[in-house]
Nanobody
Framework: QVQLVESGGGSVQAGGSLRLSCAAS????????MAWFRQTPGKEREGVAA??????YHADFVKGRFTVSRDNAKNTLYLQMNSLKPEDTAVYYC????????????????????WGQGTQVTVSS
């Protein structure tokens, strides 16, 4: 089993920055692909960014503003969020799966096996 614990959420004004972290523990060989998703009330969970040991992927709506990275020695995934907008307000979730990420499916929540509890990000105008 894998445990994922997110941290770093909070409230910020538009234009500000936050850095989310996701610490993985347990059977970390099942965390080859790690991703960030976000969800707002009444909407489906949407993929934000993902990374495995070879590639990184970012959704179009965050390109140039968000950067996903990971520290394999610490088993930790990060999401640096700059130039935040009110529409970025959501609960952000960390997810992991054992297979590599694919550009065609990294944003599909159904393929991920493990999830964190989520961390709230609120951006005010």
């Amino acid at each position: 089993q894998v445990q994922l614990v997110e941290s770093g959420g909070g409230s910020v004004q538009a234009g500000g920055s936050l850095r989310l972290s996701c610490a993985a523990s347990g059977y970390t060989s099942s965390t080859t692909c790690m991703a960030w998703f976000r969800q707002t009330p009444g909407k489906e969970r949407e993929g934000v960014a993902a990374t495995d040991h070879m590639s990184t992927y970012h959704a179009d709506f965050v390109k140039g503003r968000f950067t996903v990275s990971r520290d394999n020695a610490k088993n930790t995934l990060y999401l640096q969020m700059n130039s935040l907008k009110p529409e970025d307000t959501a609960v952000y979730y960390c997810a992991a799966r054992g297979a590599f990420c694919r550009v065609t499916n990294y944003g599909n929540a159904k393929i991920f096996d493990y999830w964190g509890q989520g961390t709230q990000v609120t951006v005010s105008s």
